[in-house]
């Protein structure tokens, strides 16, 4: 039985709440030593946990997702190919190659390296000469690159990040987000699944060097699936994971953690959280009235409210009593409102975090009532609307 009544819901002028919750705050479902988390189910996009998401931090080794997306997007587009070859610089070489002790695949100077094993190369190992020869490659420079990183960023939704270069190394001005991070990963797991397998690989061997992949959730038995980890001075130890387990994914970025060893364990245990915590629900059926909006001057002083399709959510098993949904929408919306028009959205809560939104649309026509109906709306409006 669904927790949610299935019952019309009536919007006010404004906003309508229902289901309301305790209001208590969203972080009490669970506590994490992270000082930035945030995550999300993987399916559908909802927020399953969120602690001071919106903060600026540096990106460091998280970067590279960026890179990997731009190459994945080049290959996906057929600009390349996994088999071109690309140089390695003595700049890639010196900056991220063996004499810079950073992450390194130890790519020889002047040699020439397939598309594929760069990649693995920066997945794996997070091979800062990988990033920096694919950049070059590219874009015939890393500043020139990094522009293009930003420029795609924007594009697939990322408004926050700012990348300076290809490798997430120290440079000023470099920011991301936990939250943009988790979207960054969604995106590269929809967008590009032939590719995605790639972060799960435990080892890569280049150049008869063997070195195991760095993300510690990989040797977890969890159903890991790769991704990054990265560290800086200034914010601390840092991972974006995903898990995946009977059919449902999880997707978490951590930031703000004292050691490699915090990170591993607070990663771990609020994603194994996100998949045993919450449980898909279907709380209207495609083409079910979710609610009403308030119509002016309409032959009904209201129109019915429905979803394109089923609203599924993602509920905690527990603690349900923090849901709060609502119906906003800007009004009262003034005839003809035509069927299938965009009225508004469905907001859920679980606390104080927005988890999922989804648009709502007149589920059928309300035309231009009579005068004597229009001018009742007019002095009811006059006396209430600034009420709003």
Request: one cysteine or more.
């Amino acid at each position: 039985m669904s927790f949610f009544p299935r019952v019309p819901l009536i919007g006010l002028a404004v906003f309508a709440c229902i289901w309301a919750g305790s209001g208590a705050a969203f972080a009490q479902l669970f506590e994490t030593k992270a000082a930035q988390a945030f995550m999300v189910d993987g399916e559908t996009g909802s927020v399953l946990f969120a602690k001071d998401a919106d903060a600026p931090v540096q990106p460091a080794s998280l970067a590279k997702l960026m890179t990997l997306e731009m190459a994945f997007d080049a290959v996906k587009s057929k600009r390349l190919t996994l088999d071109d070859t690309f140089v390695v610089s003595e700049n890639a070489w010196r900056t991220g190659g063996a004499p810079s002790r950073t992450s390194t695949m130890f790519a020889a100077v002047r040699s020439s390296i397939r598309l594929e094993d760069l990649m693995r190369g920066i997945a794996v190992q997070a091979a800062n000469d990988g990033c920096i020869v694919i950049a070059e490659g590219v874009a015939g420079s890393e500043g020139n690159f990094a522009l293009q990183m930003n420029e795609r960023a924007r594009k697939i939704g990322l408004q926050k990040s700012v990348f300076v270069n290809s490798t997430g190394l120290p440079a000023e001005g470099q920011v991301t987000t936990v939250r943009e991070l988790v979207q960054l990963a969604r995106h590269l797991q929809q967008t590009y699944p032939d590719l995605y397998g790639l972060f799960a690989e435990t080892e890569f061997t280049w150049n008869k060097i063997t070195q195991r992949n760095r993300n510690p959730l990989l040797a977890m038995d969890i159903g890991a699936e790769g991704l990054a980890v990265g560290a800086s001075e200034q914010n601390g130890f840092a991972i974006v994971g995903a898990i995946s387990q009977n059919g449902r994914r999880v997707i978490a970025a951590l930031s703000g953690l004292a050691s490699d060893r915090e990170r591993a364990e607070e990663a771990r245990k609020l994603l194994e959280w996100g998949l045993r915590s919450f449980e898909k629900t279907e709380i209207f059926a495609a083409d079910e009235v979710v609610g009403t909006a308030q119509v002016y001057g309409g032959a009904k002083s209201g129109v019915a409210l429905k979803a394109r399709g089923p609203v599924d959510l993602l509920l905690p098993v527990a603690n349900r009593d923090k849901l709060t949904a609502r119906i906003v929408y800007q009004g009262p919306l003034p005839a003809p409102v035509e069927e299938g028009q965009p009225v508004g959205s469905l907001r859920i809560w679980i606390g104080d975090t927005l988890s999922q939104e989804m648009p709502l649309f007149a589920a059928e026509t309300v035309e231009v009532g009579e005068l004597h109906s229009r001018a009742f709306d007019a002095v009811k409006e006059l006396a209430i609307g600034w009420l709003r």
